[in-house]
């Protein structure tokens, strides 16, 4: 009868847990979790999984900054682009604009160019090279290999030093899947 | 929500500004929504690029209903959709295979300043995991689910943006979530779960 | 003085080309290339900052731990391709093979053995007197971290 009555609950756990649920539904689910162990776990399976989803979208601050930053200046780019478009016909332009639609085209092109030659960089570029730094602690990391660890690559942030960082053995996270990742630039 | 309003209206009289406002606004949502998605910060930016600029040619029919950012998702995640089913993508994908790493994280970056490299690396080990489940799912699930946990948004809300039942939510949203449990159980602490007896 | 200065001028040239062919014979040829090893602890203790590794404070303080103390410290004098071997805390050996200079840089393999297998290895090109920082292996409570100095 319990068991019954548990199905049905879980079944609400959900909507329960994202305050989705009428206050006398979500009242009654409150009753029954305060006697029911597995009800109770199965909610703090649900809230740390929620957690854990979140954490795994969590960038790290210097990747979300730099990338949103780069997406503002994109979407004004972008903006300006349009609006020089629809006001200004291709006849009608004087120098400037003339140097503007050239830039138009431009862009695209190298942006073109770019890509194409990133295709071919990284479908020809040997396992070489993986990683530069400059400076006075310039270096380059043509290749790296190795068994039951896992590597991380850093350089420092005032003097660009190059970090190999090897985690030999990673807890909690340690799992089968968890032997060499290669890096192939 | 009244600024936005006073935003939408003023970028409808082409005011470029006001629309930047919304864009700073909303930019951090709309590139969370085409990352989980795509599982790709490239990809991301331009979709999330794209949807911006379609939203800005469309400005004049938005009619202010349902609310901007309502709005904006779902011209977003149309984008990715859209994004998602070329052809060119899983080209590109063959030869991102084998470097999964280099492209959806530079191989070189700054030593992030809140963690030591022991701490970084299993969070990114993690980090990596949830990403391939969330992968893994079923477009339909995977867009509920980012809706929900990492947008935040009510049921109402994702219904309305999907132009789905909210019934058909809370059922995706049940299953995504048993899926991403089973993947994840090996990061649950149970320890945490009995001490609560 | 003419002849004299021009004598001058001709003994300065050839100066000026033995001591290019020098600078050139060197970089290319380089045979002997001086590397020096510092083993470092760097863990959560409260043992702070050693002061002998000032030098390298910035960079490993951004590594984010809150000691750093040298442990060791090796000068290994190595000839192109000759392999140096050293021990690392923990029961491991670090073997470094410079293999020649390219471009001004040294090229050096690097590797780090534990027990019969390889932890890492690698092969890097570091500037001239230039360092790279090797860390991870766990040790007591923190991690071994290897600041690798050469030069030509």
Not at chain 1, 100 to 114: C, E, G, K, T
Request: hydrophobic fraction near 40%.
């Amino acid at each position: 009868m319990k068991k019954n009555r548990c199905s049905k609950i879980l079944e609400w756990i959900g909507p329960y847990a994202d305050g989705e649920l009428s206050p006398s539904r979500s009242a009654m689910i409150g009753e029954h979790l305060k006697d029911c162990l597995s009800c109770r776990t199965a909610l703090e399976r649900l809230r740390q999984t929620q957690e854990l989803i979140r954490q795994g979208f969590a960038f790290s601050t210097v990747e979300e900054k730099s990338d949103l930053e780069a997406l503002h200046s994109r979407v004004k780019h972008g903006i300006r682009l349009q609006e020089a478009e629809s006001k200004e016909p291709w006849w009608s332009g004087d120098l400037g604009s003339l140097l503007f639609r050239w830039a138009r085209i431009l862009v695209p092109s190298a942006v073109a160019a770019a890509l194409v030659a990133g295709i071919f960089f990284k479908v020809y570029n040997p396992p070489l090279s993986v990683i530069k730094t400059a400076g006075k602690n310039e270096c380059i990391i043509d290749s790296i290999e190795g068994a039951n660890s896992t590597v991380l690559l850093f350089k420092t942030h005032d003097s660009d030093m190059t970090v190999i960082w090897l985690s030999v053995d990673i807890e909690p996270y340690k799992d089968a899947s968890n032997s060499w990742i290669p890096y192939s630039a | 929500m009244s600024e936005d309003l006073e935003w939408v209206r003023r970028s409808q009289d082409g005011d470029q500004e006001a629309f930047s406002e919304l864009v700073r606004k909303y930019q951090k949502r709309v590139y969370y929504l085409a990352y989980g998605m795509t599982g790709n910060r490239e990809d991301a930016l331009d979709i999330a690029q794209e949807a911006f600029l379609k939203a800005f040619r469309s400005m004049k029919g938005f009619q202010g209903g349902g609310g901007f950012y309502t709005w904006i998702y779902r011209i977003t995640y149309n984008q990715t959709i859209d994004f998602m089913r070329k052809e060119w993508r899983k080209k590109k994908l063959e030869y991102q295979d084998n470097q999964d790493l280099t492209e959806k994280e530079s191989p070189i970056m700054a030593v992030p300043s809140a963690s030591n490299p022991g701490q970084d690396m299993a969070q990114k080990e993690l980090n990596r995991v949830i990403m391939d489940a969330v992968q893994s799912l079923p477009e339909q699930h995977r867009s509920v689910i980012l809706l929900r946990e990492i947008e935040g948004l009510s049921y109402d809300e994702i219904a309305e943006m999907l132009r789905i039942r909210k019934g058909t939510v809370m059922s995706r949203l049940h299953y995504a979530r048993q899926e991403l449990q089973k993947v994840l159980m090996p990061y649950i602490k149970e320890g945490e779960i009995r001490e609560k007896k | 003085m003419d002849t004299l200065f021009g004598l001058k001028k001709t003994a300065f040239l050839a100066m000026v080309w033995v001591l290019c062919l020098v600078a050139m014979g060197r970089s290319a040829g380089a045979e002997v290339f001086n590397t020096e090893v510092r083993v470092i602890l760097a863990s959560n203790s409260d043992q702070g900052y050693d002061p002998r590794l000032l030098d390298l404070k910035k960079d490993l303080l951004s590594l984010n731990y809150m000691s750093f103390q040298l442990i060791d410290q090796t000068g290994l004098s190595l000839n192109r391709g000759q392999s140096g071997k050293m021990p690392i805390p923990g029961g491991r050996t670090m073997e470094l093979t410079p293999t020649g200079v390219e471009q001004g840089k040294i090229v050096m393999q690097v590797s780090i053995n534990e027990g019969g297998s390889s932890l890492l290895k690698t092969q890097i090109r570091i500037a001239n007197h230039g360092t790279v920082i090797i860390g991870g292996p766990p040790y007591q409570s923190g991690f071994i971290v290897l600041a690798i100095t050469a030069h030509f």
